[in-house]
């Protein structure tokens, strides 16, 4: 499941890497069509990037719970 967010968030990456690009290196950003692109393409990246840090907090709390668990069990 992991493995699924880890890719995603690179897509979201690429995507705004290449929106950013897009808006830097060229004069698409002069006519609406460019900005309804550039936009498009960064914060469509920024959404498909945003669920993998959730997924990260998830994953290193049930290690936190299970860790704490095999603590009590020792004492």
Known sequence: MS???KI???V???FVGV???LYLLTDVANEVSGMLTI????GLG???MAPYPVVLI????QKQQLNS???DANK
């Open 3 to 5: 493995k699924f967010f």
């Open 8 to 10: 995603m968030h690179m």
């Open 12 to 14: 979201g990456l690429l």
């Open 19 to 21: 929106g950013a690009g």
């Open 39 to 42: 936009a498009s393409l960064i």
């Open 46 to 48: 920024f959404v498909i």
């Open 58 to 61: 998830f994953e290193w709390s």
């Open 69 to 71: 668990n095999e603590d």
